[in-house]
């Protein structure tokens, strides 16, 4: 079911003065959160591998008079430590603080038997989907304690929380993006302003779910801006009082 209550929809300004960092911002669930973040008002940090991609994205923000984006070009497979924590010295040296991030980027993997899955491929996965989303918010934390409240969003998946045959990797880094998320948010309750929950989309209409599924009509599926409203809300201040949270889009 939906997070966000019936009665809410976003005002106008409903994030004005908030800066959140999305990561695998270029296409599906990402594009159309930093779209609707922008359109409420949010200064969005768009991280991406895919710059040509990013480039247009920041064009169509531009063009709606948000708040101007900032392009991150980073590739997570590739990116190490070091990367992450020159990020975060570029981004304390412009910014006071940071009141969001959602983590978005995914890899999907190899979807085949475990006994047949690639190692390298597994690795990669796991680097994509675990390994960015730990290193990426350990140096980010500073800047999510100097908001007055900040929220963290990992983009989870039901074979995250019930496992099934042939998901291999996929599966098995959402079940520790959960763990991550749990982790953390008891961390943080009593010493800190941030709030960390996790959000399973559901079945969407994006190119992740059409490699996934490649015999299902795409248009079974929503498209990603008909359930955008639950990543706006969870960076709202309307959602404070979530921490901890394993929560459904649909």
């Known amino acids: 079911m939906p997070i966000a209550p019936?009665?809410?929809?976003?005002?106008?300004?409903?994030l004005a003065g908030k800066t959140i960092l999305v990561?695998?911002?270029?296409?599906?669930?990402?594009?159309?959160?930093?779209?609707?973040?922008?359109?409420?008002?949010?200064?969005?940090l768009l991280l991406s591998r895919n710059e040509a991609r990013l480039e247009s994205l920041y064009d169509e923000i531009v063009a709606m008079d948000g708040p101007l984006p900032a392009l991150l070009p980073m590739d997570l497979a590739k990116a190490t430590h070091d990367d992450f924590v020159t990020?975060?010295?570029?981004?304390?040296?412009?910014?006071?603080?940071?009141d969001g991030l959602l983590h978005n980027a995914s890899l999907l993997g190899d979807r085949k038997p475990i006994a047949q899955t690639r190692a390298t491929a597994w690795h990669e996965v796991m680097q994509v989907n675990v390994n960015a989303g730990f290193m990426l918010t350990q140096v980010l934390l500073p800047?999510?304690?100097?908001?007055?409240?900040?929220?963290v969003v990992f983009t989870s998946s039901g074979v995250g929380r019930t496992g099934?045959?042939?998901w291999g990797s996929y599966a098995v880094s959402k079940f520790a993006t959960e763990g991550l998320m749990?982790?953390?948010a008891d961390e943080l309750e009593a010493t800190s302003s941030i709030r960390v929950n996790s959000l399973n989309?559901?079945?969407?209409?994006?190119?992740?779910?059409?490699?996934?599924?490649?015999?299902?009509?795409p248009t079974t599926n929503p498209d990603p801006t008909?359930?955008?409203?639950?990543?706006?809300?969870?960076?709202?201040?309307?959602?404070?009082?979530?921490n901890g949270q394993a929560l459904n889009a649909q």
């Open 164 to 166: 099934r045959a042939y």
């Open 182 to 184: 749990q982790v953390l």
């Open 201 to 217: 989309p559901g079945a969407v209409n994006t190119a992740m779910r059409r490699s996934a599924y490649p015999a299902e009509p």
């Open 23 to 44: 990561t695998g911002a270029a296409e599906g669930i990402g594009r159309a959160a930093s779209l609707a973040l922008a359109s409420a008002g949010a200064e969005v």
């Open 87 to 98: 990020l975060a010295g570029s981004l304390g040296e412009a910014l006071p603080k940071l």
């Open 226 to 242: 008909d359930i955008i409203r639950e990543w706006v809300y969870l960076m709202s201040d309307a959602s404070a009082h979530l």
């Open 6 to 14: 019936a009665s809410w929809s976003a005002a106008a300004h409903e």
């Open 143 to 151: 800047m999510l304690n100097e908001a007055p409240t900040a929220s």
